[in-house]
């Protein structure tokens, strides 16, 4: 019989005589009864090609082969993100690898976390390998990565982004209309999904009433970038049995700030202005009337002219010097010998028919003379009086000190200068004089 291997996916067949019975020959020697038979491998004979590798293992050990004969066995071992844990695939009799499907096990990344206001999307499961997505509800768009994925960090596995932001979303400011006006939140924005109504007015006084032209109600919305819009165009409001007007008037050396597009509706309002170098003179707007004409066109753009005084006392007579300047234009002022000028040397013409910086003036070096020559007379003049005070004074002291040292070197005859006075007095009088002649002696 033939050995079996169904491990190994090995099985063989016999071919020849299962059975020998033990005989003899014509000389009587023991012989069998026929040959021996062999055991033949079942299926095809060959070799196993080498295994492709796995996304979720590698081999133990790395081998250069391109064949492996039947019977073999190749070890692996998983790969990181997945379950430790050792295998191995075996070349099978019909020239194939046993299946290693299912042997190594993904590690998870847990449950995502969920954004406020949005959704997660899980497609297969939240292992190793696996990716989700985010979306967000209605009326919110989404900040940040639209999907993350669970990788490996380390010895581990975890989600790759974090969770997006599901932002609210605001439309614009509606678009104000001409005659015309619409509905407001109290809180004073448009948040998706708010609806505000248009509606036009109404001027009974006047004799005016107006038509709305198109949708009266406009709904927040979002494009494909999560943009807030509005539902459509915002409607218009239309005189009723009005008359729309002509194409505007130009204005010479002037133009439109903004050129309404037409049709040209009463009420409706054009601003006017210059170019530069001209100023504008009358009214800066016209205005489309209930008859279908512009009002009154009664103002022009006038050349912007600056002008030099006719008379400039001290300015050099051999500068040419215009009566008349215009927008942009530079003067330079020089003054004459014995003139000082004070002032920028050159000014501009600017559009308010004004220089910058203001014209400069000349003034007389003789006059500033004359007014140092006087400061210096009024300081000698002061200056004298104080020197002849200060003798004055001087001399006065010195006469003063004199007198008073010849009234000191005669005591006796202040003891005869009062006979009158009583005998009490006499003694204390005297010793006071002699003590004072002590004291000068």
């Not at 678009?175 to 015309?180: C, E």
């Not at 007007?245 to 009420?267: D, F, M, Q, T, V």
């Not at 007579?317 to 003067?331: A, C, F, P, Q, S």
Request: proline share 8%.
């Amino acid at each position: 019989m033939c050995d079996h291997h169904p491990a190994r996916g090995m099985t063989f067949n016999l071919i020849g005589k299962s059975t020998l019975r033990c005989t003899s020959d014509n000389e009587g020697n023991g012989i069998w009864s026929s040959p021996a038979p062999r055991c033949k491998l079942a299926g095809p004979a060959g070799y196993c090609k080498a295994p492709e590798e796995f996304p979720f293992a590698k081999p133990t050990v790395l081998t250069d082969e391109s064949e492996f004969s039947i019977g073999t066995s190749l070890n692996y071992e998983c790969s990181p993100g997945y379950f430790e844990a050792m295998f191995s695939i075996t070349c099978l009799e019909h020239l194939v690898w046993s299946s290693a499907e299912g042997i190594c096990r993904r590690k998870s990344c847990g449950a995502p976390p969920e954004p406020f206001n949005g959704t997660v999307h899980i497609n297969t499961d939240t292992q190793f390998g696996s990716t989700i997505h985010y979306s967000c509800n209605e009326g919110y768009r989404l900040i940040g990565s639209p999907s993350s994925a669970c990788l490996l960090l380390g010895s581990t596995v975890t989600w790759d982004k974090e969770a997006p932001v599901c932002e609210e979303i605001f439309c614009p400011n509606p678009p104000s209309i001409l005659n015309g006006q619409h509905t407001r939140p109290s809180q004073g924005n448009f948040p998706y999904g708010k609806e505000i109504t248009y509606m036009c007015d109404h001027h009974p006084a006047r004799g005016m009433t107006f038509n709305l032209i198109g949708e009266s109600t406009l709904r927040c919305t979002s494009d494909d970038e999560g943009n807030g819009i509005w539902s459509g165009p915002a409607p218009r409001c239309e005189l009723a049995g009005s008359t729309e007007c002509p194409h505007l008037p130009k204005i010479h050396n002037g133009y439109y700030l903004e050129r309404p597009a037409s049709p040209y509706l009463p009420g409706m309002t054009v601003n006017y202005t210059c170019d530069p170098g001209y100023l504008l003179v009358g009214r800066a707007f016209i205005f489309c009337t209930n008859q279908g004409t512009w009002s009154q066109f009664d103002h022009f753009c006038k050349e912007v002219k600056c002008i030099i005084p006719e008379f400039m006392n001290g300015i050099r007579k051999e500068l040419e010097m215009r009566k008349v300047y215009h927008y942009g234009d530079n003067i330079t002022f020089e003054c004459e010998d014995g003139y000082t000028l004070k002032g920028s040397p050159q000014s501009q013409c600017q559009a308010e028919d004004t220089w910058n910086p203001p014209l400069a003036i000349c003034t007389s070096s003789k006059w500033s003379c004359k007014k140092c020559t006087s400061a210096l007379i009024v300081g000698i003049f002061f200056g004298l009086i104080f020197f002849l005070s200060s003798v004055i004074g001087s001399y006065w002291i010195i006469v003063k000190r004199k007198k008073s040292k010849n009234t000191d070197g005669k005591p006796k005859e202040m003891i005869h200068l009062h006979p009158q006075e009583d005998n009490s007095v006499k003694p204390q009088t005297l010793q006071t004089n002699q003590e004072d002649s002590r004291y000068l002696t």
